[in-house]
């Protein structure tokens, strides 16, 4: 069994949902539940456009494709709308991926690709993690670069 170190996972960062558009669903986070959209990003890499919305240290990300090649187009045929998957942010995304793939977790993305926010992020596949999606992302801090 790993033995849970200090630098590991720290907190939930985001939890992320799949919207068919960004503009019709933030009806709902800012008239209903009275959250603050934080900003709009698209995500070119990823094809999507995001919103973040900010709930105490956490953050809710609303994902809407921008082509019919998005994941988000994907999983909104096979799915519709909802959630997408959970954001854990670590202060070592290297050393947590090396961690997933010793462990035998089918990575989605072998290394960190730029996220929204000016992160640095990877995907885990739900098959190797009892069937949700997870994200690990990252601060990137000015001598990353
Ligand atoms: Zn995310």
Same mark, same amino acid.
């Given at each position: 069994m790993y033995n849970k *170190? /200090?630098?590991?996972? *720290? *907190?939930? #960062?985001?939890?992320?949902?799949?919207v068919r558009s960004i503009d019709g669903a933030r009806i709902f986070y800012e008239q209903v539940l009275g959250l603050r959209c934080e900003?709009? /990003?698209?995500?070119?890499?990823q094809q999507v456009r995001t919103a973040f919305f900010s709930l105490g240290e956490t953050h809710i990300e609303l994902l809407e494709p921008t082509g019919p090649d998005s994941p988000i187009a994907k999983f909104l045929e096979r799915n519709g709308e909802g959630m997408h998957h959970i954001g854990y942010e670590s202060d070592d995304i290297e050393g947590d991926l090396a961690r997933a793939d010793e462990q035998g977790c089918r990575l989605i993305n072998a290394s960190p690709v730029a996220g929204a926010d000016n992160k640095r992020i990877a995907f885990l596949h739900p098959r190797s993690t009892h069937g949700v999606l997870t994200e690990i992302c990252q601060k990137e801090t000015?001598? #990353?670069r």
């Open positions: *170190k /200090e630098d590991m996972i *720290k *907190k939930i #960062d985001h939890l992320g949902f799949a900003r709009i /990003e698209e995500v070119a890499s000015p001598c #990353d």
